[in-house]
């Protein structure tokens, strides 16, 4: 049975548009003329011989020695035909699509790829990469360090720590004038400076904590790191040297996961006592958790 007539109407125009649609992809290069034609070489040609034939007929149909308008039209096609043959990376391309003129989509994509597809240096483009996420960073830092600091300036704790400062400041005498219930601003802003706001979270903005400024200092880092790895392994584990104060902290530390600025906040005293637990050991580290365990414990 034959189909429809309005079947056979849709299936004869999709057959004539894929016609259409694979004839510009086999042309897409030269239109409908074959670029090596343009040039009156054979496709197996040489680079010379291609820069060759181009410089003659250019020569022969430049507009300034020839004003015949088709000839003018031929210049343009002769142009173009030569900016594709003499990269050979469109050049591979064109004969691709010449020996494969069925793969419609793959031929386009190249074509366009190659013709605005960006060549830029992979160089420039890490460089201003990492400029913009730098900015970027650095802009949301200083946007979320601004925020906790408004956020605890609202706080009573450094209401009341911005008093005592004032009082210090003044020795001890307050201002009580009419309209001076609080703090003139100017001097407000001189005491808030003074206090040291540490906010865990929102540290103040720095550029060594850049991604651009660690990527440029990833080499020095980097030999940094192998010197304090080869120091280590040099006094303790070859010399079997005593740990150092420092080292010891830095271990002890590590063993219990502390941050570095909550293991700075805390008494000399408290560190001292961890630091002579050992606990960088594994067994001296399990009986300490021990111990926590059973004083939380009775504490209930």
Same mark, same amino acid.
């Given at each position: ?12 125009? $999709? *057959? ?6 694979? %004839?510009?992809?086999? @042309? &897409?290069?030269?239109?409908? =003329?074959?670029? /090596? ?46 900016? $594709? *043959? ?6 591979? %391309?064109?004969?691709? @699509? &010449?020996?494969?003129?069925? =793969?419609?989509? /793959? ?194």
């Amino acid at each position: 049975m034959a189909p429809p007539v309005t079947e056979r109407w849709c299936l004869a125009l $999709i *057959l004539l548009f894929l016609s259409l649609f694979v %004839q510009s992809s086999t @042309a &897409i290069y030269c239109g409908a =003329e074959d670029c /090596y034609a343009l040039l009156g070489v054979a496709q197996d040609a040489n680079a010379s011989d291609i820069k060759r034939s181009y410089y003659k007929l250019s020569l022969q149909h430049h507009p300034d020695k020839n004003p015949d308008p088709e000839s003018r039209k031929l210049f343009v096609k002769i142009a173009t035909a030569y900016e $594709i *043959l003499k990269d050979n990376t469109t050049r591979a %391309q064109y004969d691709y @699509a &010449i020996e494969h003129p069925e =793969e419609v989509f /793959y031929n386009t994509a190249q074509y366009y790829r190659a013709k605005y597809g960006h060549k830029s240096d992979p160089r420039a483009v890490l460089v201003g990469l990492l400029v913009v996420l730098s900015a970027f960073q650095y802009l949301n830092n200083v946007a979320r360090y601004n925020e906790a600091i408004a956020t605890v300036k609202r706080t009573p704790a450094y209401k009341n720590k911005l008093k005592a400062l004032e009082l210090e400041r003044t020795g001890g005498v307050t201002n009580k004038k009419k309209g001076s219930k609080q703090i003139d601003q100017k001097l407000q802003e001189e005491l808030s400076n003074e206090l040291d706001l540490q906010i865990k979270g929102a540290e103040k903005p720095s550029v060594w904590e850049l991604l651009g400024v660690r990527f440029i200092l990833l080499p020095y880092t980097i030999i940094k790191l192998l010197a304090w790895y080869s120091s280590w392994v040099w006094r303790y584990k070859i010399k079997k040297a005593p740990y150092s104060w420092e080292d010891a902290s830095y271990l002890t530390r590590r063993s219990l996961s502390v941050p570095a600025d909550a293991w700075a906040n805390l008494d000399e005293y408290r560190k001292e006592d961890l630091v002579q637990k050992r606990l960088w050991e594994k067994q001296n580290l399990e009986n300490y958790f021990a111990e926590m365990r059973k004083e939380s414990k009775r504490r209930r």
